[in-house]
């Protein structure tokens, strides 16, 4: 059980394009999902907690223009780099919680290039 | 603030046993999470303690002492699919997050090598 699955595994795109991610919670409800960064043998950084019909919450750091969140149902998050550059180039990974549970369920992460 | 501890890379035998400690300083606790991540990919969940003591998992253990902000994943009869990084992470309910649970801070990571 608890599987989340995160859509798509690579994207290699234009600077300035905008990409979106899709993380999707299979067999559970997931009222909070979270959104991480990691950079080459560094750890996990959160960059926001989202709850299903209400506004994500953005660590400090962390521009919510650039990134904008989408938590539309108890299943479904997006993130959308918006406008990307090449900072931008890293693996991002949603986690999911049931409601049920304790941990955090991550998905398969996505590696983002922009060229 | 807050702080969580473990070793950056420990090297072991295939066969062996290693022990992955973890020591934290967070402003409250509620619980104690282990995952494995393989390189270039996402983490997956091992174990977690809420309570003092050892928790079992097949060849897997992790052992909590809160008294002491302290834990340790203990890998068995290790094999070379187990080179991996091994992330500690607490739950923090006192840090502000969307989360009622509490918001979880994760370690740097502690790269454990098998070799034959």
């Known amino acids: 059980g608890a599987v989340v699955s995160q859509h798509p595994s690579w994207v290699i795109c234009k600077s300035g394009t905008s990409v979106k991610i899709e993380c999707r919670s299979l067999?559970?409800?997931?009222?909070?999902m979270f959104w991480y960064r990691q950079f080459p043998k560094q750890s996990l950084m959160l960059m926001a907690t989202s709850n299903e019909g209400s506004k994500a919450t953005y660590e400090q750091g962390v521009e919510k223009d650039k990134f904008l969140i989408n938590h539309a149902s108890l299943t479904l998050s997006t993130l959308t780099v918006t406008s990307a550059h090449p900072e931008d180039s890293s693996f991002y990974i949603c986690?999911?919680?049931?409601?049920?549970?304790?941990?955090?369920?991550f998905g398969d992460g996505t590696r983002l290039s922009i060229l | 603030g807050q702080n969580i501890d473990q070793p950056t890379e420990m090297t072991a035998t295939e066969g062996a046993i290693v022990q992955i400690n973890c020591t934290y300083q967070?402003?409250?606790?509620?619980?104690l999470f282990w995952y494995q991540q393989h390189a270039g990919e996402a983490p997956t969940f091992l174990s977690y303690n809420v309570l003092d003591g050892l928790e079992e998992k097949g060849r897997f253990s992790s052992f909590l002492s809160r008294s002491k902000g302290y834990s340790y994943l203990l890998l068995k009869e290790l094999q070379m699919k187990d080179s991996a990084s091994y992330l500690c992470a607490v739950r923090d309910p006192l840090v502000m997050t969307t989360d009622s649970w509490g918001k979880f801070q994760f370690g740097a990571g502690t790269q454990v090598v098998v070799t034959p």
């Open positions: 967070t402003s409250g606790f509620n619980g």
């Open positions: 067999d559970f409800q997931a009222t909070t």
């Open positions: 986690s999911a919680r049931d409601i049920r549970d304790q941990p955090q369920h």
